[in-house]
Structure formats: structure tokens, C-alpha cells
């Protein structure tokens, strides 16, 4: 089991930064992946970033450039730097550990006003 609690969303104007954190209830140097999806009103989920045990990334095309992942082996936690926000970056965020099964954290809201 892993339980996985993200935070640090909120309102931002276009053009502004803001750092999501996901919290792991187990040691993420022991899972394979770890990823930020996010799921905008009426779209599919969607992969923005992902980061593997070995400390490699993936990016969507859509955030290459803006968004970057990183992640804390000591403190469990993986974040998503989001800079040069658009409004259509505005959706729910959601962390993903792959591990074996995949879990999911409950979310956290994204919204970018132009």
C-alpha cells in the first residue's frame, strides 16, 4: 500500500510559478515511477511528468520547458515546479506511484486565470 498526499495548488495568474509536492507514505526509492497526471473538466487524465527510481524524466510535450520533477529520496516526496503557467495548464493535479499497482493520490487544484 501507498498512500500518496499532494498539495501546494491554488490560483495563479498567467505567467506565474507555483510547486506541487506529493507526499509518499513509503520509501519512493523503491518505486519504479512516480508521475503527475492532472485531469482538466471534461478531458482525459492526462501524463505531465514522470520520474523513475534511477532519477530519469519524461515530460508531455505541452510542459517541456515550464514544468520540472524532481523528487527527495530522504523526505519521500516528489514535486512538480510549474513556471510560465497558462490557463490551460488549469486542472486537477494528481500523483501516481508505480509500484507493482498503481496508486493515486485524492488531488490538488490548478487554476491559471488569464
Known amino acids: 500500500q501507498v498512500q500518496l498526499v499532494e498539495s501546494g495548488g491554488g490560483r495563479v495568474q498567467a505567467g506565474g510559478s507555483l510547486r506541487l509536492s506529493c507526499a509518499s507514505s513509503?520509501?519512493?526509492?523503491?518505486?519504479?515511477?512516480m508521475g503527475w497526471y492532472r485531469q482538466a473538466p471534461g478531458n482525459q487524465r492526462e501524463l505531465v511528468a514522470s520520474?523513475?527510481?534511477?532519477?530519469?524524466?519524461n515530460y508531455a510535450d505541452s510542459v517541456k520547458g515550464r514544468f520540472t520533477i524532481s523528487k527527495d529520496n530522504a523526505k519521500n516526496t516528489v514535486y512538480l515546479q510549474m513556471n510560465s503557467l497558462k490557463p490551460t495548464d488549469t486542472a486537477v493535479y494528481y500523483c501516481?506511484?508505480?509500484?507493482?499497482?498503481?496508486?493515486w493520490g485524492k488531488g490538488t487544484l490548478v487554476t491559471v486565470s488569464s
Open positions: 513509503r520509501d519512493i526509492f523503491s518505486i519504479d515511477v
Open positions: 520520474i523513475t527510481s534511477g532519477g530519469s524524466t
Open positions: 501516481n506511484a508505480n509500484a507493482i499497482y498503481n496508486y
